[in-house]
């Protein structure tokens, strides 16, 4: 069977001949080109044969593309430096608009690529971080700073998320064009409980998600909804619209697979501990986990995965036991 098809089965909260499996982390050497980031993802896709692939950008892009100035580190294991951030402070968010769209364009073009490359047979999504996430990083990846400006200046900073909503619909829409199967929208970090409570999440945040998941193309089949975080909010995933819902089920307060394909109504994607056994293995554990995975949802709606992005530092044949478990 195809990566399409064992996709459209899990999708459809039933199961092929084994769930779809993929994973993904950032290469933060390549990430910097889209060239090179298409080429590395398309490597990797077809070295560990991965159903799906979840590209990667790097994380600072969206900051960048609304005014933050970031550097590579120039290392392997690093993430980009951040220079400058476009809001530093709350004045600030009156001027946040699209001020460098090249840096959504690169991604746009580089998915183009992987798609093409790979084919229909394995469904690419593009990663869109919710329109709070990017705040976040606008203000040098503050939760706290723009959960607190979020609340006490609703009028300020509301019109910045609404302005960062509609360039990631735009974005989303062009990556579909380019070929993405959906898009792997993920709120990060702001949909735990000790972060905002559920209550205030949905009156001052969750308008600006659904602006651009209310919007999608129909050609956009495949669309996750990410929450990361612990102590998730994971009720939000019945208002949050898209066909599967991804976290971490090693995060301290969140429900198993079963328990959140249950409480969301849709299929579900994870299993595997991206902290620790992936990265530290050994390749039994790592299949003991993914079995425990399938064991647990009786394999129906799993795509089985991380619970989140995986070290730039995790072994090759770590990442190759995940599909070991289940193709066997």
């Given at each position: 069977?195809?990566?399409?098809?064992?996709?459209?089965?899990?999708?459809?909260?039933?199961?092929?001949?084994?769930?779809?499996?993929g994973?993904w982390?950032?290469?933060?050497?390549?990430?910097?080109?889209?060239?090179?980031?298409?080429?590395?993802?398309v490597?990797?896709?077809?070295?560990f044969?991965?159903?799906?692939?979840?590209?990667?950008?790097?994380?600072?892009?969206?900051?960048?593309?609304?005014g933050?100035?970031?550097?590579p580190?120039?290392h392997?294991?690093?993430?980009?430096?951040?220079i400058?951030?476009a809001?530093?402070?709350?004045?600030?968010?009156?001027?946040?608009q699209?001020?460098?769209?090249?840096?959504?364009?690169?991604?746009?073009?580089?998915?183009?690529?992987?798609?093409?490359?790979?084919?229909?047979?394995?469904?690419?999504i593009?990663?869109?971080?919710?329109?709070?996430?990017?705040?976040?990083?606008?203000?040098?990846?503050?939760?706290?700073?723009?959960?607190?400006?979020?609340?006490?200046?609703?009028?300020t900073?509301?019109?910045?998320?609404?302005?960062?909503?509609e360039?990631?619909?735009?974005?989303?829409?062009?990556?579909?064009?380019?070929?993405?199967?959906?898009?792997?929208?993920a709120?990060s970090?702001?949909?735990?409980?000790?972060?905002?409570k559920?209550a205030?999440?949905?009156?001052?945040?969750?308008?600006?998600?659904l602006?651009v998941?209310?919007?999608?193309?129909?050609?956009?089949?495949?669309?996750?909804?990410?929450?990361?975080?612990?102590?998730?909010?994971f009720a939000?995933?019945?208002d949050?619209?898209a066909?599967?819902?991804?976290?971490?089920?090693?995060n301290?307060g969140?429900?198993?697979l079963?328990?959140?394909?249950?409480?969301?109504?849709?299929?579900?994607?994870?299993?595997?501990?991206?902290?620790?056994?992936?990265?530290?293995?050994?390749?039994p554990?790592?299949?003991?986990?993914?079995?425990?995975?399938?064991?647990?949802?009786?394999?129906?709606?799993?795509l089985?995965?991380?619970?989140?992005s995986?070290?730039?530092?995790?072994?090759?044949?770590?990442?190759?036991?995940?599909?070991?478990?289940?193709a066997?």
């Amino acid at each position: 069977m195809t990566g399409r098809q064992r996709v459209e089965a899990a999708l459809a909260m039933d199961v092929a001949d084994r769930p779809p499996v993929g994973a993904w982390g950032h290469t933060y050497r390549e990430e910097w080109s889209p060239g090179d980031l298409a080429a590395i993802t398309v490597e990797r896709a077809r070295r560990f044969g991965w159903d799906f692939v979840k590209f990667q950008p790097r994380a600072s892009t969206f900051a960048e593309a609304f005014g933050s100035v970031y550097h590579p580190s120039g290392h392997s294991l690093r993430a980009p430096v951040m220079i400058r951030p476009a809001v530093p402070d709350l004045d600030a968010w009156t001027s946040v608009q699209l001020a460098n769209p090249k840096a959504l364009d690169d991604q746009v073009e580089s998915i183009g690529i992987v798609a093409r490359e790979l084919g229909p047979d394995v469904p690419v999504i593009q990663t869109v971080f919710s329109p709070l996430t990017v705040g976040g990083y606008l203000v040098g990846k503050s939760q706290s700073r723009v959960v607190r400006e979020l609340r006490q200046h609703p009028e300020t900073v509301g019109p910045a998320l609404e302005r960062i909503a509609e360039a990631l619909l735009d974005f989303s829409n062009r990556s579909v064009r380019a070929g993405a199967a959906g898009i792997f929208f993920a709120v990060s970090g702001y949909a735990g409980g000790k972060v905002m409570k559920e209550a205030v999440y949905r009156d001052l945040a969750l308008p600006y998600d659904l602006a651009v998941l209310d919007a999608l193309p129909e050609e956009a089949w495949f669309n996750v909804l990410h929450l990361c975080g612990s102590n998730l909010n994971f009720a939000l995933a019945r208002d949050l619209p898209a066909q599967v819902v991804s976290w971490s089920i090693h995060n301290q307060g969140n429900p198993s697979l079963s328990e959140g394909r249950t409480i969301a109504g849709r299929a579900v994607m994870g299993g595997l501990s991206q902290r620790a056994t992936l990265v530290y293995g050994p390749g039994p554990k790592i299949e003991a986990e993914a079995r425990a995975a399938v064991k647990d949802t009786g394999g129906r709606g799993l795509l089985l995965a991380p619970g989140c992005s995986v070290s730039p530092r995790v072994r090759e044949a770590n990442l190759a036991a995940m599909m070991s478990a289940v193709a066997a």
